[in-house]
């Protein structure tokens, strides 16, 4: 099982570019969630899928983050233009909800610089 | 909504010794708890999580945690700490039913000295 797959794990850009953020759910799984960490903040949930549906957006912080899943085996997060206060660890996870409390595995996260 | 409150930001102790993290939460209805672990450059691991049943849960890496429903609490323990437990340590809560995102609280550095 390869987990959960993220790429890049590292990027840096400029402020005003854009920025795309991938992720691979754990095959079979069904939910997929994307997490910004920042030292402020903590965690925070931005959006997440059933499904390939989005569910939840009330996290995004505003119209220049969208996330999209494709299919059940691919997701983007995409930042445009991209500004120094989006700096953070993006962290993907997925799940397979069942009954409830179902364990999210998360992704190795990336890293994003906007200078 | 639900709430997660760690009240300990940074938690320094030596090898060997025992370590208590404290969880509280705040909900108006039922929830399930989780306790995931982070360590440098990595993401989130589960150690535990309590849905139902009995109120101690055991995880990996001989943590366990104690749901105190009274109390509002989750608080995790280890009763001898390693070196390779240097990490950080978040609480979460979702609440039972439909939902299921999770709440994280803000987390607490554990930093065990030699």
């Known amino acids: 099982d390869a987990g959960v797959i993220q790429s890049p794990r590292h990027e840096v850009t400029e402020m005003g570019q854009e920025v795309t953020l991938r992720c691979k759910p754990i095959?079979?799984?069904?939910?997929l969630f994307w997490y910004r960490q920042t030292m402020m903040r903590g965690l925070e949930l931005l959006i997440y899928?059933?499904?390939?549906?989005?569910?939840?957006d009330s996290g995004m912080p505003e119209d220049r983050f969208s996330a999209k899943m494709p299919n059940a085996s691919f997701s983007t997060l995409k930042i445009q233009p991209s500004e120094p206060r989006d700096s953070a660890v993006y962290f993907c996870?997925?799940?397979?909800?069942?009954?409830?409390?179902?364990?999210?595995?998360f992704g190795p996260g990336t890293r994003l610089l906007v200078l | 909504a639900q709430s997660v409150t760690q009240l300990d930001s940074q938690v320094p102790v030596f090898e060997e010794a025992p370590v208590e993290l404290r969880c509280n939460y705040s909900s108006s209805v039922s929830v399930y708890l989780f306790w995931y672990v982070q360590y440098p450059n990595q993401g989130l691991q589960l150690l535990l999580k309590?849905?139902?049943?009995?109120?101690l849960v055991k995880g990996i890496n001989g943590f366990e945690a104690e749901f105190n429903k009274s109390q509002t609490s989750f608080h995790l323990r280890k009763p001898s700490v390693h070196i390779s437990d240097t990490a950080e340590y978040f609480c979460?809560?979702?609440?039972?039913?439909?939902?299921?995102?999770?709440?994280f609280g803000s987390g607490t550095q554990l930093t065990v000295l030699p």
């Open positions: 095959s079979g799984h069904n939910s």
């Open positions: 309590y849905l139902s049943g009995s109120t």
């Open positions: 899928f059933n499904n390939n549906v989005p569910i939840d």
């Open positions: 996870a997925s799940s397979l909800p069942r009954t409830g409390g179902e364990t999210q595995y």
């Open positions: 979460a809560v979702t609440v039972t039913g439909s939902a299921r995102q999770l709440t």
